[in-house]
């Protein structure tokens, strides 16, 4: 996007964004970031590219990535066990949900991972959290070394440049009626992301603001995972950040799944 450099970006002073690589092209933020932290990147360390080549998202499904978007994949490395790795993905789409309110853009979460807008539930952005675990010999438990958190989101571009024919879009350019300043935009995820990301171990007090931005709760849905289809009513999501549906066979723990609405107006909405 343009106005993200290197120089500039730093100049945010954000802890997230404290070494910082601006790429014109780059295959795979997400691939660049993974090398990094595996080198021992510290937290904070921030990968930006104009253009991803090989932009994947969850479940390996290519992700169109013009120029225009905001393509961004950070190193973290928060004091977690590695039980409690998977609360990284509810918290980041939290705080970017909040980062796209801020701006005007009427912003929910999809579970797990998924921003859309309404009206429509079309994706505005994506989400996806790696992580890596380690088991020293002095520890009891295995905990988190680091975590890739990867955001991929349609900013200053048109639904049609993106590419994508099976599933609905949105950017922002097309729901605010303007582009958004890049650094700026920038800045309110970092903040948030910073944000949410301190208070990870008051998970419950995040999964509260989930279920307050949740546009998967309370609607009849069909799931797929490990090749078995399931459908029922979303409707809570466990203390541990897993969606509970009820089916007739009664209440079932999901922690992985893609998710289509069955009940929202205008037809199922899957990513």
Known sequence: ???????SVLSLGSPLARVVEAHGALGSTQERARELAQAGAPHG????AGVQTGGRGRL???????????????????????????????TAAVAVAKALRDIGANAGIKWPNDLLVEPGGRKVCGILAESSIR???AENVPRVDHVVLGVGLNANLDPEDLGVTDREVATLRHELGRDVDALDLLRRLLRNLDAELRRVHDFAAILDDWRALSLTLGERVRVRRSGEVLEGLAADIAPDGALLLETRDGVLELYEGEVTSLSREGGAHAS
């Open 1 to 7: 996007m343009n106005g993200l450099t290197e120089e």
């Open 45 to 48: 360390t921030l990968v930006l």
């Open 60 to 90: 390996r499904r290519s992700w169109g990535s013009p120029e225009g978007g905001l393509w961004m994949s950070l190193v973290l490395r928060p004091d977690l066990e590695a039980a409690a790795a998977p609360r990284l993905t509810q």
């Open 135 to 137: 088991t020293a010999k």
